[in-house]
């Protein structure tokens, strides 16, 4: 067990709906990072939150929005939805050390299907 | 830029015999590098990462991993192979602002009996 938990572990919807995607990090790690993970496209990064701010931002789409909350947990939205949006979407948390590691510990993943 | 590179999209060896799977990286500065495996639909587990020091890296589940700076490669090894070994590989590197981990496009381990 990582410690990172990600609701709901499948969800499955309509195109043109809207989702979100909730992950609560390691306790202490303020640290967030979000991927999607795609039969044809592997891991693809999203965005990093650190504290509560946005960090960087990967591949994600405009449709796609996520923030960090005052407890750290984050939360990924996911609108207007289109078939090619199915995929397992990952969190994954870190510390942030003075030096070296870092490591990056998952969550079990979100399955999303969208019909 | 950062960047990390799996050659083989799959690698397949027989229980016991020793395995590698391969990685090569780019990077602007010093390198931290990690491995990860991911069982089928499980999360991305960590395995060993470099940092510094001791060119062999020992980890998880007996795996280890070298780090070659002239060749720009993090080979990840074990001695004798399981079948339960068998899983999905990626091969990461952290970009030095804490910013941003690149991963690799992962390796298949298929380990036969």
């Known amino acids: 067990d990582s410690g990172v938990t990600q609701t709901p572990k499948h969800l499955i919807t309509a195109t043109g709906q809207r989702v979100t995607l909730r992950c609560s990090p390691r306790?202490?790690?303020?640290?967030v990072y979000w991927y999607q993970q795609s039969l044809d496209q592997g891991l693809q990064f999203l965005i990093h939150?650190?504290?509560?701010?946005?960090?960087a931002k990967g591949n994600i789409l405009e449709r796609f929005s996520a923030q960090q909350f005052p407890d750290l947990h984050s939360e990924l939205n996911l609108s207007s939805l289109e078939l090619g949006d199915s995929a397992l979407y990952f969190c994954?948390?870190?510390?942030?050390?003075?030096?070296?590691?870092?490591?990056?510990?998952f969550g079990e993943g979100s399955r999303l299907t969208v019909l | 830029a950062q960047s990390v590179a799996q050659p083989e999209d799959q690698v397949n060896v027989a229980e016991g015999n020793p395995l590698t799977v391969k990685c090569t990286y780019s990077?602007?500065?010093?390198?931290?590098l990690f491995w990860y495996v991911q069982y089928p639909n499980r999360g991305l587990q960590f395995l060993l990462k470099y940092i510094t020091g001791d060119n062999l890296v020992k980890g998880s589940y007996g795996f280890e991993a070298e780090f070659n700076k002239s060749q720009t490669s993090f080979h990840l090894k074990k001695p004798s192979a399981l079948v339960s070994d068998s899983a999905l590989y990626f091969c990461?590197?952290?970009?030095?602002?804490?910013?941003?981990?690149?991963f690799g496009s992962g390796t298949k381990l298929n380990v036969k009996p």
């Open positions: 990461a590197v952290r970009a030095n602002n804490f910013n941003k981990f690149y």
């Open positions: 990077v602007s500065g010093n390198p931290y």
């Open positions: 939150y650190y504290n509560g701010e946005e960090r």
């Open positions: 306790s202490g790690d303020l640290s």
């Open positions: 994954a948390s870190s510390v942030r050390p003075i030096s070296g590691g870092g490591e990056l510990f």
